[in-house]
């Protein structure tokens, strides 16, 4: 008996083809687009965030309603299209609160430079009140071609300057003249009616000294200072209104062509500006700071060599 097995053949599954493929893609835009806008929600401002929502409520060409949109050239959908010039979102904020900080940063440049023009203001007064107040002095008024005015960038200066018959000091001393004591106690007055501190200095000639060994120019300047700003304290002046006292020698003559005249021996008074002021306390501290301890090597660790 012949038996005949038929084994039926199983045909191969076509290829499924790529609709998948495109189903893919569609969600992997619509997620790309999602996370698009939300993060132009989160990083927009609320200008640029009503421009986005009026642009998805009126997809069309016509001119929009919102009242909030940046300004700037309508586009699509009647929403603004300033915020996504150069490429989307290249005209956003960089960061949170830079704004705000570069807004403080010249609002302070700013105030700073307003209150130096009122301070050079204020001086420039000063400046010109002195002069009334010594033109009017019975006391200053022999002395007006020794006292000279003007305004430095450290603030109102006031020199008290020698001349050839009329010294304010004995010669090779400390010691102030009668007149120079009186010259200094009209100034105390005048200086007390400004809230500026004041700076005062001592300068001498060019012509070595010639007194006890070791005391030269240097010392008899400073001393000189200290005199002056004695001087000022008797006549009135607030003690606390000292900021600095020295001695300076000849080192920056009055009179650089000629380094003997006596122009060159004086006494200078500042009025000195906020800033001077400022900078003059810094170098204080910085000098009475204690010096930082020295960092120390550390010695590296030995070890025991193997016997």
């Known amino acids: 008996m012949l038996i005949v097995v038929r084994r039926s053949r199983r045909k191969a599954h076509g290829h499924h083809g790529g609709a998948w493929k495109v189903a893919y893609a569609d969600f992997v835009t619509a997620m790309m687009a999602f996370f698009l806008v939300m993060w132009l929600l989160g990083m927009g401002s609320r200008q640029q965030r009503a421009a986005i929502a009026e642009y998805f409520k009126n997809p069309s060409m016509t001119p929009g309603t919102a009242t909030v949109a940046p300004p700037g050239k309508v586009g699509p959908g009647g929403a ?12 956003m904020p960089h960061g949170p609160g830079k704004d705000q ?17 009122q301070e050079k203001q204020r001086l420039d007064n000063l400046m010109q009140q002195l002069h009334a107040a010594i033109d009017k002095s019975q006391a200053l008024e022999p002395f007006k071609d020794q006292l000279l005015l003007d305004i430095t960038p450290e603030g109102l200066r006031i020199q008290i300057v020698d001349k050839q018959n009329r010294p304010m000091f004995d010669t090779g ?33 060019d012509a070595p ?10 010392e008899l300047s400073a001393d000189r200072a200290n005199a002056a700003r004695r001087a000022l304290l008797d006549g009135g002046m607030q003690v606390g209104k000292v900021a600095r006292v020295v001695g300076l020698a000849a080192s920056v003559p009055f009179d650089k062509a000629n380094p003997s005249d006596p122009i060159n021996r004086r006494i200078s008074i500042i ?25 120390l090597p550390v010695p590296a660790t030995i070890k025991p060599s193997a016997p």
Do not use: C
């Open 271 to 295: 009025m000195m500006t906020k800033q001077a002021q400022d900078a003059a306390l810094s170098q204080e501290e910085a000098e009475a700071a204690p010096p930082s301890a020295p960092t």
């Open 80 to 91: 603004s299209d300033s915020m996504i010039k150069l490429g989307g979102a290249m005209n």
């Open 173 to 205: 001393s400390a010691t102030l003249k009668s007149y120079t004591v009186a010259i200094l106690h009209e100034l105390a007055g005048f200086i007390n009616q400004a809230p500026n501190e004041v700076s005062i200095s001592g300068h001498t000639d």
């Open 101 to 117: 900080r570069s807004a403080s940063r010249v609002n302070a440049q700013q105030a700073e430079k307003l209150a130096r023009e």
């Open 209 to 218: 000294y010639s007194g006890a060994s070791g005391y030269s120019n240097w």
